[in-house]
């Protein structure tokens, strides 16, 4: 099946610096999705993004789907960043399949 | 709020019992997912359904059982527990089971076994 990659595996930054978290995966998707999950163990949806590029506020995420890669932009970070970011993918006819994360921490 | 419920929050238990986890999806959803996320194997699909329908499985144990009822939602039932099913049991919603459809995750459900 399809394989998932996040890099770094942890991370740990001051408050406002920027960051990018990388997701590598192994076979074409039609399905790719960032989430948070914060520290009461809550998945937080942030980003539905198969190709292309989107914004939503400090964040903002790039999938560019032929080279199979995806980028998660986190600006002028905040201590409420702090957590679990996964990405997940599902190929064609495949299960719904998740990286391992990657660990951020945000420190005041 | 991902409109998808999950009751209950929190399950303490001892190994072999049964216990059943309730989802309800988002309200126009059709499918329902299952997932495990456990210290050591991470967040693992276990199964879907679409409109009552079981349509994928995964690494679902053959302890555990799933169904989705007429209006929708959807129970997660774990039987003969042991220490190892101790996680937090995720359910998601989509609106379908075709392609090009994010899912939408409730809070989980915590299951400790003692």
């Known amino acids: 099946g399809i394989q998932v990659e996040q890099s770094p595996p942890d991370l740990i930054l001051q408050e406002g610096a920027n960051s990018t978290l990388r997701c590598n995966f192994s076979d074409s998707v039609n399905n790719l999705q960032w989430f948070h999950q914060n520290p009461w163990g809550q998945l937080i949806n942030l980003f539905y993004?198969?190709?292309g590029t989107k914004q939503n506020g400090r964040l903002s995420a790039t999938t560019v789907a032929t080279e199979r890669y995806s980028l998660l932009y986190i600006s002028s970070s905040q201590t409420t960043d702090s957590g679990v970011y996964f990405c997940?993918?599902?190929?064609?006819?495949?299960?719904?399949?998740f990286g391992p994360g990657t660990r951020l921490s945000v420190l005041p | 709020d991902s409109g998808v419920t999950q009751t209950p929050k929190h399950l303490i238990t001892a190994t072999g019992q049964r216990v059943t986890l309730r989802c309800s999806p988002r309200?126009?959803?059709?499918?329902v997912y299952w997932y495990q996320q456990s210290l050591d194997q991470g967040l693992q699909f276990l199964i879907q359904?679409?409109?009552?329908?079981?349509?994928a499985k995964g690494n679902i144990l053959e302890r555990f059982s799933a169904q989705q009822f007429p209006d929708l939602h959807s129970e997660l039932n774990l039987s003969s527990l042991e220490l190892g099913d101790s996680a937090l049991y995720f359910c998601?919603?989509?609106?379908?089971?075709?392609?090009?459809?994010?899912?939408?995750f409730g809070d989980g459900t915590r299951l400790s076994i003692l």
């Open positions: 993004i198969p190709s």
């Open positions: 997940a993918v599902d190929s064609y006819g495949q299960n719904f399949v």
């Open positions: 998601a919603s989509s609106a379908d089971t075709v392609i090009n459809q994010p899912q939408h």
């Open positions: 309200s126009g959803d059709l499918s």
């Open positions: 359904y679409y409109n009552g329908e079981e349509r």
